[in-house]
Nanobody, 118 residues
Framework: QVQLVESGGGLVQAGGSLRLSCAAS????????MGWYRQAPGKQRELVAS???????TYADSVKGRFTISRDNGEHTVFLQMNSLRPEDTAVYYC????????????WGQGTQVTVSS
């Protein structure tokens, strides 16, 4: 019933920018946390950034000052603006949303590939 659809990944040169989007749809009654995770080959999935309804944000140390997370509550969408990209940012990026239909649950997007060439 709930779908998270991601877009915006791709191939970019080091120093470039990309903007990821994740739109949640379905029988959603409320959304709390919206975030982005990433998983590089051979590595564990890690938190990149998250934002709560009240406006507080969290960033991984490795992306502070380069990435910005934002959300459109009316459209149930979360964005990740990624600037000054580095080859080590290469990974599959997943959105993760804590939302309520009839009960609260975390949902994952299908993932979008981001590749940064040196």
């Amino acid at each position: 019933q709930v779908q998270l659809v991601e877009s915006g990944g791709g191939l970019v040169q080091a120093g470039g920018s990309l903007r990821l989007s994740c739109a949640a749809s379905g029988s959603i009654t409320s959304i709390n946390i919206m975030g982005w995770y990433r998983q590089a080959p051979g590595k564990q999935r890690e938190l990149v950034a998250s934002t709560e309804t009240g406006g507080s944000t969290t960033y991984a140390d490795s992306v502070k000052g380069r990435f910005t997370i934002s959300r459109d509550n009316g459209e149930h969408t979360v964005f990740l603006q990624m600037n000054s990209l580095r080859p080590e940012d290469t990974a599959v990026y997943y959105c993760n949303v804590h939302l309520r239909t009839t009960y609260w649950k975390f949902y994952w997007g299908q993932g979008t590939q981001v590749t940064v060439s040196s």
